[in-house]
């Protein structure tokens, strides 16, 4: 008697696919730290859901050259995703919605707010395209008051045609922290339904950290590490005018893309006019792979920000050793009981002006002892796993919409 066959039954596991605009992506660098944060969440979470980004085919707003080693107007394998890039001419209301249909997503995240991608899918959504599919919003620090005032009337233009037409009822809106929930609700009324879902940090950050590495601290110097965008937002300018109040040796470093070449070259000349004690130099750009090594250069880091949603670059800066000297205007909160840095706001210079004396007059004993207050604050961080957790709520949130 023949024995029935046996057949191998495969069972595939599904993952709901999420389909994600954001302006740029990898290989990109130069935009800063929502494409490392949109990263971390797709390489941390990619085994769980399917992931296909859409993404201009160029890194910032700055360089306008296409990426010379993956398909433009196609899709990529970059990661845990599938990206397409688009070209600048691509970038259409037909395309978007024909990009949409194509992906047959179970729920859409952009990962701006003014973005054009943005605007064209919640005008599509008004007019009928995409019923019942979820589309979840991350402002990423967009509305918040220093961003708003940068090209102050168009958005405002912009924000008044959008709420007149209702262009964004019924959105799901990811606030990096209570501070951007407050500026979401400020724009867009407190009905919204809004999940506080933390910027999604790397499993490690520069784990060959040494602290001897870090450079000897001398009582009366001042060694500080600038590295963000050169742009208003940044505030760079506000350190530069202030600086000279300090009369000992301050020697800083300014690491960024320029994203405003006007800005740029008004703290070019505030640099040209400072005191032979102060030497403040622009070093130019630096691939992401190469911060952490950059960072561990310099005894603090510094950023007057006027608003950040996250700002990735801060705990790179405490993987780092740096301690930090920034503005109140992000979610890293009383930096001072915590031993390793000052959160301060801009509209007390003087207390910007005693956190740097403060710094001036370490000894190394001291700086030593912060320093790896820092790191160890950075560990503690990583270890929470509120970030993943909460990301996996919203995302599971929006699969359940009807």
């Not at 997503?105 to 009928?128: C, D, E, H, Q, W």
């Not at 918040?144 to 405002?156: A, H, M, Y």
């Not at 949603?309 to 705990?315: M, T, V, Y």
Request: charged share 25%; aromatic share 10%.
């Amino acid at each position: 008697m023949r024995a029935a066959p046996r057949f191998l039954i495969v069972t595939r596991s599904y993952k709901p696919r999420i389909l994600i605009f954001s302006d740029f992506y990898l290989p990109g660098y130069k935009s800063g730290g929502g494409v490392r944060s949109l990263v971390n969440l797709v390489e941390r979470l990619g085994d769980k859901f399917d992931f296909r980004v859409v993404a201009r085919d160029h890194d910032g707003w700055t360089d306008k050259t296409p990426y010379d080693s993956v398909k433009i107007n196609d899709w990529n394998q970059i990661g845990k995703a599938r990206v397409f890039f688009l070209s600048k001419d691509q970038i259409t209301l037909r395309n978007v919605k024909k990009l949409v249909e194509d992906a047959h997503p179970k729920s859409i995240y952009a990962n701006s707010y003014f973005s054009t991608l943005t605007m064209f899918l919640v005008l599509l959504r008004k007019v009928g395209n995409f019923r019942g599919l979820p589309l979840i919003i991350g402002p990423g620090g967009e509305l918040s008051t220093g961003s708003l005032n940068n090209k102050k009337s168009k958005k405002q233009i912009y924000l008044k045609i959008s709420g007149a037409l209702n262009l964004y009822e019924n959105i799901i809106w990811r606030a990096a922290s209570d501070f951007e929930k407050t500026e979401i609700e400020r724009v867009q009324g407190k009905a919204e339904k809004i999940f506080i879902v933390p910027d999604m940090p790397p499993q490690r950050i520069f784990p060959e950290f040494d602290i001897g590495s870090k450079p000897r601290k001398k009582v009366g110097e001042l060694n500080m590490v600038y590295l963000s965008r050169l742009h208003p937002v940044k505030n760079l300018k506000f350190l530069l005018e202030m600086l000279p109040s300090i009369e000992d040796k301050v020697v800083l470093d300014i690491f960024g893309p320029i994203d405003h070449h006007e800005y740029a070259r008004e703290c070019a000349e505030i640099i040209k006019n400072f005191p032979p004690h102060l030497k403040a130099t622009m070093k130019g750009e630096v691939v992401h792979e190469n911060v952490p090594g950059t960072l561990e250069k310099y005894n603090f880091f510094i950023l007057p920000t006027t608003g950040e949603s996250f700002a990735h670059i801060i705990p790179e800066a405490l993987a780092a050793g740096c301690p930090l000297i920034i503005s109140d205007r992000t979610p890293w909160k009383n930096l001072a009981k915590k031993g390793v840095g000052w959160d301060l706001p801009l509209e007390d210079e003087s207390r910007w002006i005693e956190a740097l004396k403060y710094c001036v007059n370490l000894s190394a004993a001291e700086y030593k002892e912060m320093a790896l207050n820092a790191r160890n604050y950075l560990n503690s961080w990583l270890a929470d796993e509120a970030a993943v957790k909460t990301t996996e709520e919203l995302f599971n949130y929006s699969l359940s919409v009807k």
